[in-house]
């Protein structure tokens, strides 16, 4: 890796936090090449050799081509998946499987290069049930919670646990009447539970009886935590009403954070907590992808400054 090298920054085209990622490491003068890998091959071609230093090769953009092994840093962010609508369904789902482990494979592997976040770590992260348990290992503290199929374990744990929350494990987009919907937190109560649940696993959580949210983003070795107040349950939901303010972590918050990230090889993270009436803080999850820009505005913390730091390796 040369000091000199471009920075790869990996998204769909509608990313307004990357945009000023990229227009913050463009005024510094370091170079970028952004693209979405979903944008292959028709937009985007890769070379790559395997050698004994490892991946060697060009991937080329119509306007950039980056020289794989002088690659400075990668912030994988939310590309687009692979299509290929010119072929039939067999050999589409033939195609799509190469380009991921083929052009996902490169990308995976490059010599000398910072990952914010790897793709692979971000995968390992994105399952729920690892996440809370990384989260019980570095110190949080949680919430009770079960991942169940079976609707009598989860009517037994929501009487014992009440009030208790759904969520779901993942969160794939629903479309409703041609809108893209999530599938929002919600309370259950035992009577909600039916034979439906045996369906396919579930997340059940007690609520805390929260005075506030905090959302906590670690760039690096720095850590930006935010009190979110509002009458919400999920503060997603309506971001009009949300108000924020620059909060200071109880002791072990901050040593947690960085075990926790540790423990899955990232190296940025958005965590979610929940602040009970006695100013405890309680673990909900940790995004490996999540959004961080909007807070920035809100509370004047240098963030983005962060972001760029680290992607120049500032930080390293």
Same mark, same amino acid.
């Given at each position: 890796?040369?000091?000199?090298?471009?920075?790869?920054?990996?998204?769909?085209?509608?990313?307004?936090?990357?945009?000023?990622?990229?227009?913050?490491?463009?005024?510094?003068?370091?170079?970028?090449?952004? $693209?979405? =890998?979903?944008?292959?091959?028709?937009?985007?071609?890769?070379?790559?050799?395997?050698?004994?230093?490892?991946?060697?090769?060009?991937?080329?953009?119509?306007?950039?081509?980056?020289?794989?092994?002088?690659?400075?840093?990668?912030?994988?962010?939310?590309?687009?998946?692979?299509?290929?609508? +010119? @072929? #039939?369904? &067999? #050999?589409?789902?033939?195609?799509?499987? &190469?380009?991921?482990?083929? @052009?996902?494979?490169?990308?995976?592997?490059?010599?000398?290069?910072?990952?914010?976040?790897?793709?692979?770590?971000?995968? #390992?992260?994105? $399952?729920?049930?690892?996440? @809370?348990?990384?989260?019980?290992?570095?110190?949080?503290?949680?919430?009770?919670?079960?991942?169940?199929?079976?609707?009598?374990?989860?009517?037994? $744990?929501?009487?014992? +646990?009440?009030?208790?929350?759904?969520?779901?494990?993942?969160?794939? @987009?629903?479309?409703?009447?041609?809108?893209?919907?999530?599938?929002?937190?919600?309370?259950? /109560?035992?009577?909600?539970?039916?034979?439906?649940?045996?369906?396919?696993? +579930?997340?059940? &959580?007690?609520?805390?009886?929260?005075?506030?949210?905090?959302? /906590?983003?670690?760039?690096?070795?720095?850590?930006?935590?935010?009190?979110?107040?509002?009458?919400?349950?999920?503060?997603?939901?309506?971001?009009?009403?949300?108000?924020?303010?620059?909060? =200071?972590?109880?002791?072990?918050? /901050?040593?947690?954070?960085?075990?926790?990230?540790?423990?899955?090889?990232? /190296?940025?993270?958005?965590?979610?907590?929940?602040?009970?009436?006695?100013? &405890?803080?309680?673990?909900?999850?940790?995004?490996? =992808?999540?959004?961080?820009?909007?807070?920035?505005?809100?509370?004047?913390?240098?963030?983005?400054?962060?972001?760029?730091?680290?992607?120049?390796?500032?930080?390293?």
């Amino acid at each position: 890796m040369s000091d000199l090298g471009p920075v790869l920054v990996v998204t769909n085209l509608d990313d307004p936090t990357a945009d000023v990622v990229i227009s913050e490491l463009h005024d510094r003068g370091i170079p970028v090449v952004r $693209f979405d =890998s979903g944008e292959f091959p028709h937009a985007l071609s890769v070379t790559a050799t395997i050698t004994s230093n490892g991946v060697e090769g060009a991937l080329s953009t119509p306007s950039r081509t980056a020289d794989l092994t002088q690659v400075r840093s990668l912030y994988y962010r939310r590309p687009s998946g692979f299509t290929f609508p +010119h @072929l #039939d369904e &067999q #050999d589409a789902r033939f195609a799509v499987a &190469q380009a991921r482990y083929g @052009l996902g494979g490169v990308l995976a592997s490059l010599p000398g290069c910072l990952y914010v976040n790897h793709p692979h770590r971000i995968g #390992d992260a994105e $399952f729920k049930p690892s996440g @809370l348990a990384a989260a019980a290992a570095a110190g949080f503290r949680l919430p009770p919670t079960i991942i169940t199929s079976d609707p009598d374990a989860a009517r037994s $744990f929501v009487k014992q +646990h009440a009030p208790v929350i759904y969520k779901p494990l993942s969160a794939p @987009l629903y479309r409703i009447d041609g809108v893209s919907c999530t599938v929002e937190v919600a309370e259950v /109560v035992a009577d909600d539970i039916d034979e439906a649940v045996s369906g396919t696993a +579930h997340l059940f &959580q007690q609520r805390i009886e929260k005075a506030a949210d905090i959302r /906590v983003t670690v760039i690096g070795d720095r850590v930006f935590p935010v009190r979110i107040d509002s009458d919400l349950l999920d503060w997603r939901t309506d971001y009009s009403r949300l108000r924020y303010s620059e909060v =200071s972590p109880p002791p072990g918050i /901050v040593d947690a954070l960085h075990a926790y990230l540790a423990r899955f090889g990232l /190296v940025f993270g958005a965590f979610d907590f929940a602040v009970d009436r006695e100013g &405890q803080w309680w673990f909900l999850e940790c995004n490996p =992808s999540g959004q961080w820009y909007w807070l920035e505005p809100e509370t004047g913390l240098p963030m983005l400054e962060a972001m760029a730091d680290l992607l120049e390796r500032k930080m390293c």
